[in-house]
Nanobody
Framework: QVQLVESGGGLVQAGGSLRLSCAASGRTFSMYAMGWFRQAPGKEREFVAGISRSGGITSYAGSVKGRFTISRENAKNTVYLQMNSLKPEDTAVYYC???????????????????WGQGTQVTVSS
């Protein structure tokens, strides 16, 4: 099992930046494909970005491509989400997730992930 703890959320003005971090427990972090998801009030949880076990392959939702960057440091058991040019519509609770099953280098399906953090609130004011 792995436990995930997100941090770095907060309130930022439109056009600003935030970097989210997700720290994972355990010594097998490199065995997990990782993803970031978000959920806005009244909406379903949606995929934001995913990264392969080695960090060499990434995937993004169309709404964040070119603005967000996912990365990971396996030596630190941490995955990051750098968010630039933030928009009010990016406001949501952001979750990181992990999956060890071999579903592909990057996993984008919400139901495919086995482990979730508690989430961190990101609020973008206009």
């Amino acid at each position: 099992q792995v436990q995930l703890v997100e941090s770095g959320g907060g309130l930022v003005q439109a056009g600003g930046s935030l970097r989210l971090s997700c720290a994972a427990s355990g010594r097998t972090f490199s065995m997990y494909a990782m993803g970031w998801f978000r959920q806005a009030p009244g909406k379903e949880r949606e995929f934001v970005a995913g990264i392969s076990r080695s960090g060499g392959i990434t995937s993004y939702a169309g709404s964040v491509k070119g603005r967000f960057t996912i990365s990971r440091e396996n030596a630190k058991n941490t995955v990051y989400l750098q968010m630039n040019s933030l928009k009010p519509e990016d406001t949501a609770v952001y979750y990181c997730a992990a999956v060890s099953r071999l579903l592909g280098p990057v996993v984008t399906g919400t139901n495919d992930y086995d482990y979730w953090g508690q989430g961190t609130q990101v609020t973008v004011s206009s």
